[in-house]
């Protein structure tokens, strides 16, 4: 059974108009995380939450902004994407810190038209 | 900063042994992770090696670790079609994970 889950495993939004990306887990973790990937590169970290303590990578745009209502759920909110930001996103979850192993979910990819 | 290099491509036949290698910089590395990606979809865990640990086996994985030369690969032993994948080294250390570009394994039949 799945343990993070995202929805939707694919959205096309239109150049500008806000996007909502959820992610959903049943492991009861404390950490949670959001990761940009684009074609042939590696994960790039854009924020976590350790419970409801938000921290953002310096790199970050602005643009990005996330959401953790609770333990279970995590947003991830684009408010004006542009074509870079077509992409896989992908949502981890860890018990506790960074030195724990991550468990991914299946990722959403963003299309922009 | 912390910095994990691999190679981009591996090309093995089926039955094959498949050795993935990544060298890391952080010297305060806890575990070490070998990540699988296959084509649209996310990442799967597929083992991990305490940094006080010189090997660990896991079926047909095999993760060996050279802590003093920052060296860490896996071997997949009788690679077969579906280990075809990328796979990813990614290393702990005092931050979030610090991923490597990830190794494009072809597995030919």
């Known amino acids: 059974d799945a343990m993070v889950i995202q929805n939707p495993r694919y959205q096309v939004t239109q150049f500008g108009k806000p996007v909502t990306l959820s992610c959903s887990q049943t492991l009861n973790h404390n950490v949670m995380y959001w990761y940009q990937q684009k074609s042939s590169q590696a994960p790039k970290l854009l924020f976590h939450?350790?419970?409801?303590?938000?921290?953002n990578e310096a790199d970050t745009p602005d643009n990005f902004q996330s959401r953790r209502p609770n333990t279970s759920f995590c947003f991830l909110d684009i408010r004006s994407p542009g074509l870079g930001d077509a992409a896989m996103y992908l949502c981890?979850?860890?018990?506790?810190?960074?030195?724990?192993?991550?468990?991914f979910g299946d990722g959403t990819r963003l299309s922009i038209l | 900063g912390e910095d994990v290099e691999q190679s981009l491509f591996l090309s093995v036949r089926e039955g094959d042994s498949s050795v993935i290698n990544c060298t890391y910089t952080d010297s305060s590395s806890t575990y070490l992770y070998w990540y699988k990606q296959e084509p649209g979809a996310g990442l799967q865990l597929l083992t991990y090696i305490f940094s006080n640990m010189d090997m660990k086996q896991d079926q047909r994985l095999t993760v060996l670790l050279n802590k003093k030369d920052k060296h860490l690969s896996l071997r997949i032993a009788d690679t077969q079609t579906g280990d075809s994948a990328i796979y990813f080294c990614a290393d702990s250390g005092n931050t979030p994970l610090v991923f490597g570009k990830g190794t494009r394994l072809s597995v030919i039949a």
């Open positions: 939450y350790y419970d409801k303590d938000f921290n």
């Open positions: 981890a979850t860890s018990p506790t810190d960074s030195n724990q192993p991550q468990h």
